[in-house]
């Protein structure tokens, strides 16, 4: 093959080469990933408890002396609010589960030492444990979507008892994850 026939070649060659790889699809982007910022304490004082509050007060029968009051949603607006907040609950429980989610930040103690644990031993149960912290939190969402499947009924009775599901699913996890085991200790 003479010289100027195998130069062609070569160029011919380079530039297959290179059209190919100019015109190879893009790679991937990276796997996005959870990027947890919030931590437990945080969920749970900026969407756990304000929605739970919320739910529990949205129906109320209270009796006096004076008589019975009952308090409810009455407007369409009223229910909205209160699904919004059973809305938040659940997909509160799935944001619980993200993994590397901490307890507390950096540093973090008890508020009260005589009725919770530590950030760091509730975390520590937490690694030990994940399969119940799961279904905990799957209790928490169970219970939010009773209480949704009630408000989408608007109906106020199933929406009332809902709320002892809800406490039952707090509670359960608070007995188990950040109550110190025995009794409670006196106060100095």
């Keep these: 093959m003479n010289a100027g026939r195998r130069r062609m070649l070569t160029l011919s060659a380079s530039a297959v080469l ?12 990276p796997e996005a990933g959870y990027r947890p910022t919030a931590t437990v304490r945080d969920i749970m004082d900026a969407v ?32 909205n609010e209160v699904r919004r907040r059973a809305i938040a609950l659940a997909e509160a429980s799935n944001l619980l589960l993200v993994p590397g989610r901490r307890i507390a930040g950096p540093g973090a103690k008890a508020e009260d030492p005589a009725i919770e644990l530590g950030p760091d031993q509730i975390e520590a149960m937490l690694s030990q444990d994940r399969t119940s912290w799961t279904l905990l939190a799957h209790g928490l969402h169970d219970a939010a979507m009773e209480a949704l499947k009630a408000i989408e009924a608007k109906d106020k009775d199933a929406l009332l008892y809902s709320g002892e599901s809800l406490d039952k699913a707090c509670e359960t996890c608070h007995l188990k994850y950040w109550y110190p085991p025995g009794p409670p200790k006196k106060q100095p």
């Design 48 to 79: 756990v408890d304000p929605s739970a509050d919320y739910l529990w007060d949205s129906v109320e029968v209270i009796v006096t002396a004076q008589g019975r009051e009952e308090r409810a949603p009455k407007t369409d607006e009223e229910w």
């Design 18 to 29: 290179f059209f190919a790889i100019g015109c190879s699809p893009p790679a991937p982007p």
